[in-house]
């Protein structure tokens, strides 16, 4: 063990689980704030990628500042079409020029890297998107302030520097609702969008449960091409809700009822139709960092924290290495310590500080009726502090894409 300051105490609250009311949602990877994360994140991996190959480490950068203007859409049943375009502006900082050890100069082409992973990410995502005429997409990326890359680390130190004072949150376990609500968004954008093309990406699911009853309340775009009447609108809709019920079955011996579309009234005509997919189309902007954490869900009924995690660079930007770390320390103690219930994990930095020394590493826990904190904390001290002392392993799973970061 090391000298690290660790702290491990009760939490100042009882389990979320045994909470009268638990809200939680999720925006699905076609919410327009979701495509803003997803966007930054790609153009993240690509340009750290690129920095690899070209000269053999990461430089400064980072795009999370990325947004999304929506455009103008006249979807129809059987097949409409967007008026306006929507408009994607990826925007930060990036490393343009570099003089290695050797002296020699290396010009990296960041907007055409950005560019192409822009797009190759919308391509991969929303199907239903023509990337020839649906959107727009547009890259501005300045160079870095001198002071933050002295801090990012020109030099070889193993562990660099944190770039700025601020933390991550993290929680575990998964409460049955943020399970749940989590796992609809993901089935309804995977198995189930493969065999109903109809379904769009754009899928948000709120969860509230009130005791032991759980509303969940869907809202999926339907592409209008696919959905040739209001009586095939009707079927996939109905269609969602009984998967959705069904799924929850797997999920929770709660009572759970599913609302689905419910801003629909169809004697006026007025549903959800898309022409791509999106409520981008349509008047619905995005920005990163508007959407779900880290750990992909939105819980108020956690302690978050507020920093974008996409597009932030993942050698030392703590708002994206501490939110990711933070989540992983605790999923890691609630796999290996026995007895706890409910546990918090706060990371704080102190700008220029080797992020693997944590301003603070805060450590909140509801145990089991029976345990006590002084049963369990020297086992999750040791955790925590392993886990720190790896935290340079979140760098690389960030750029192989193993780690999610909405």
Same mark, same amino acid.
């Given at each position: +063990?090391?000298?690290?300051?660790?702290?491990?105490?009760?939490?100042?609250?009882?389990?979320?689980?045994?909470?009268?009311?638990?809200?939680?949602?999720?925006?699905?990877?076609?919410?327009?704030?979701?495509?803003?994360?997803?966007?930054?994140?790609?153009?993240?991996?690509?340009?750290?990628?690129?920095?690899?190959?070209?000269?053999?480490?990461?430089?400064?950068?980072?795009?999370?500042?990325?947004?999304?203007?929506? /455009?103008?859409?006249?979807?129809?049943?059987?097949?409409?079409?967007?008026?306006?375009?929507?408009?994607?502006?990826?925007?930060?900082?990036?490393?343009?020029?570099?003089?290695?050890?050797?002296?020699?100069?290396?010009?990296?082409?960041?907007?055409?890297?950005?560019?192409?992973?822009?797009?190759?990410?919308?391509?991969?995502?929303?199907?239903?998107?023509?990337?020839?005429?649906?959107? %727009?997409?547009?890259?501005?990326?300045?160079?870095?302030?001198?002071?933050?890359?002295?801090?990012?680390?020109?030099?070889?130190?193993?562990?660099?520097?944190?770039?700025?004072?601020?933390?991550?949150? /993290?929680?575990?376990?998964?409460?049955?609702?943020?399970?749940?609500?989590?796992?609809?968004?993901?089935?309804?954008?995977?198995?189930?969008?493969?065999?109903?093309?109809?379904?769009?990406?754009?899928?948000?699911? +709120?969860?509230?449960?009130?005791?032991?009853?759980?509303?969940?309340?869907?809202?999926?775009?339907?592409?209008?091409?696919?959905?040739?009447?209001?009586?095939?609108?009707?079927?996939?809709?109905?269609?969602?809700?009984?998967?959705?019920?069904?799924?929850?079955?797997?999920?929770?011996?709660?009572?759970?009822?599913?609302?689905?579309?419910?801003?629909?009234?169809?004697?006026?005509?007025?549903?959800?139709?898309?022409?791509?997919?999106?409520?981008?189309?349509?008047?619905?902007?995005?920005? %990163?960092?508007?959407?779900?954490?880290?750990?992909?869900?939105?819980?108020?009924?956690?302690? +978050?924290? +507020?920093?974008?995690?996409?597009?932030?660079?993942?050698?030392?930007?703590?708002?994206?290495?501490?939110?990711?770390?933070?989540?992983?320390?605790?999923?890691?103690?609630?796999?290996?310590?026995?007895?706890?219930?409910?546990?918090?994990?706060?990371?704080?930095?102190?700008?220029?500080?080797?992020?693997?020394?944590?301003?603070?590493?805060?450590?909140?826990?509801?145990?089991?009726?029976?345990?006590?904190?002084?049963?369990?904390?020297?086992? %999750?001290?040791?955790?925590?502090?392993?886990?720190?002392?790896?935290v340079t392993s979140i760098t690389q799973r960030v750029i192989d894409g193993e780690l999610t970061t909405f």
């Amino acid at each position: +063990m090391t000298e690290r300051n660790i702290r491990v105490q009760p939490i100042d609250r009882g389990a979320v689980e045994d909470e009268t009311v638990e809200i939680v949602e999720r925006k699905g990877v076609g919410h327009p704030d979701s495509i803003c994360d997803g966007v930054a994140e790609h153009v993240s991996e690509a340009l750290a990628q690129a920095y690899l190959d070209r000269v053999g480490k990461v430089l400064h950068y980072n795009t999370d500042e990325t947004q999304l203007v929506a /455009g103008t859409a006249a979807p129809a049943f059987g097949g409409g079409e967007v008026i306006e375009p929507v408009y994607l502006l990826v925007v930060g900082r990036a490393t343009k020029h570099y003089v290695d050890e050797t002296g020699t100069e290396h010009h990296i082409p960041v907007d055409a890297i950005a560019l192409e992973a822009a797009r190759d990410y919308l391509r991969e995502t929303l199907p239903a998107l023509d990337l020839e005429t649906d959107i %727009v997409v547009d890259v501005r990326l300045g160079e870095g302030s001198g002071d933050l890359q002295e801090v990012f680390g020109e030099d070889e130190r193993h562990v660099p520097e944190a770039n700025d004072t601020s933390f991550g949150v /993290g929680h575990a376990p998964l409460t049955e609702t943020e399970k749940l609500v989590f796992e609809t968004e993901r089935h309804l954008n995977g198995p189930y969008h493969a065999e109903h093309p109809a379904i769009g990406q754009d899928v948000k699911v +709120m969860g509230k449960r009130e005791g032991d009853h759980i509303d969940l309340t869907v809202a999926v775009a339907l592409v209008d091409r696919h959905v040739p009447d209001i009586d095939a609108y009707e079927a996939e809709i109905e269609g969602v809700r009984e998967t959705v019920a069904a799924l929850a079955d797997d999920h929770t011996d709660r009572d759970v009822t599913v609302h689905v579309n419910t801003a629909d009234d169809y004697e006026e005509g007025s549903v959800y139709l898309t022409v791509t997919g999106t409520s981008a189309e349509q008047g619905d902007d995005g920005s %990163v960092g508007r959407g779900n954490r880290a750990n992909g869900l939105i819980t108020p009924n956690r302690s +978050m924290s +507020m920093e974008a995690t996409s597009g932030k660079n993942p050698v030392n930007h703590i708002g994206k290495i501490y939110n990711l770390l933070s989540t992983q320390i605790a999923e890691s103690v609630v796999d290996d310590v026995e007895g706890i219930r409910d546990l918090r994990v706060r990371l704080l930095s102190q700008i220029g500080r080797p992020i693997d020394q944590p301003h603070v590493a805060d450590v909140h826990v509801v145990t089991d009726e029976g345990v006590a904190i002084a049963d369990i904390e020297a086992d %999750v001290r040791e955790i925590v502090d392993a886990e720190l002392a790896d935290v340079t392993s979140i760098t690389q799973r960030v750029i192989d894409g193993e780690l999610t970061t909405f």
